[in-house]
Each structure stands twice: as C-alpha cells, then as structure tokens.
T-cell receptor, first 114, second 108 residues
Framework: ETGVTQSPTHLIKTRGQQVTLRCSSQ?????VSWYQQALGQGPQFIFQYYREEENGRGNFPPRFSGLQFPNYSSELNVNALELDDSALYLC?????????????FGSGTRLTVV | AQRVTQPEKLLSVFKGAPVELKCNYSYSGSPELFWYVQYSRQRLQLLLR??SRESIKGFTADLNKGETSFHLKKPFAQEEDSAMYYC??????????FGAGTILRVKS
C-alpha cells in the first residue's frame, strides 16, 4: 500500500508565473484535499475533490484551481503567482468525506515565489 | 467563524513530567476534533480523534464543550514525544481547520 506522493518537492517561480503541483493519493482513497501552510502557521484548507468533483473550497481566490483524475490523483494550479503564495503545499487523501476518516498527508511541495 | 487556537508556540518539559498541550476552538456546530503530529523530518500524521476516545502513545484528549477545549495530555513525557502538534477542527465534509501548532520539546 503506497502513501500520498507529491511532486515536485521544491519549486522556485517568478511572480506572475503559473505553477502546477501534483499529488497521487493513497491507494483506495477517493478524496483529496489541498492545504497551504505558510511559515509558522498551521495548514489552511484550499479545496477538496471527491470523485473528480470539487467538494468545498476555502478562502482562496479563483486563481487557485484544481483537478482530480479518474485514478483519484490530483493537481493544484496557481495562476499569476504572488510573493505571498510562497508556502508549503500539502496534499491529503482520505477514504471519503466523512470526518470518521482521517487524512493521509503527503510530504508537501515547497513553493518559493521570487 | 470557525477557529482553532493553540496559545503556546513552544512547550518545554523534562522527561517524565506531565504534558498538556492546549487547544481551544470556536464553532457553532457540533465539533469534531483531532490532534495531528509531525515528528522531525516526517509528514503530518493523525494522532487521535475525540470521537474515538482512545489513548495513542499514552496521549489522551477530552472534548470539553463548556470550555470549548480539546487539550492533549500525557502523564509522563518521553523524549520521543518531541514534535510539532496541531489541533484541528473538522467542518462538514471532512475539511479541517488547523491551529498554528505547538512545538513540544522534551528535555532529558
């Protein structure tokens, strides 16, 4: 049984550019959630995908978008990057959308915007 | 608004001493709370959830709705407990609101 895999591990982008982060969910998990973790803060919910449909969104602008594929892997896209987007982006998968299911987290992608 | 507050950024205790990591929440609905832990160079992982009323690695946490708290406790700290601990509130659909985290440092 594999865990959650995120790629790339580190990324440096220039302000105004676009970025795509990828996540492979744990085997059998149909729900993927993305979180942004700024330095010194707890993770903040961006959005969740359940069976390829967006299932809730946090307080993030539309330039943050995502996808979930039939194999339940997922992408997070950020357009028009800003310096404040520099953070650790965490992907977490779960068996479903019930809170009875805990998350399995990936190691994260460290994004630096310069 | 939903909010989780962990008032201590750092808690430093000696090995064998009791530990209490504080967590307070603000939520109008019926709360479901979790503790997640991140050991050095490891990924974030679930430690325990209030609904299970379980003890994991000697840690327990009781939901106190009157005080809106979910403090994490352990009677005797061990060096391997040193880690970052996050309290989290689950909203409908298993979306988590995290606190800022508390670093627990257990000194020998």
């Amino acid at each position: 049984e594999t865990g959650v895999t995120q790629s790339p591990t580190h990324l440096i982008k220039t302000r105004g550019q676009q970025v795509t982060l990828r996540c492979s969910s744990q085997s059998g998990h149909n729900t993927v959630s993305w979180y942004q973790q700024a330095l010194g803060q707890g993770p903040q919910f961006i959005f969740q995908y359940y069976r390829e449909e967006e299932n809730g969104r946090g307080n993030f602008p539309p330039r943050f978008s995502g996808l979930q594929f039939p194999n339940y892997s997922s992408e997070l896209n950020v357009n028009a990057l800003e310096l404040d987007d520099s953070a650790l982006y965490l992907c977490a998968s779960s068996l479903g959308t019930s809170s009875n299911y805990g998350y399995t987290f990936g190691s994260g992608t460290r994004l630096t915007v310069v | 608004a939903q909010r989780v507050t962990q008032p201590e950024k750092l808690l430093s205790v000696f090995k064998g001493a009791p530990v209490e990591l504080k967590c307070n929440y603000s939520y109008s609905g019926s709360p479901e709370l979790f503790w997640y832990v991140q050991y050095s160079r490891q990924r974030l992982q679930l430690l325990l959830r209030h609904i299970s009323r379980e003890s994991i690695k000697g840690f327990t946490a009781d939901l106190n709705k009157g005080e809106t708290s979910f403090h994490l406790k352990k009677p005797f700290a061990q060096e391997e407990d040193s880690a970052m601990y996050y309290c989290a509130l689950s909203l409908r659909g298993n979306k988590l609101v995290f606190g800022a985290g508390t670093i627990l440092r257990v000194k020998s």
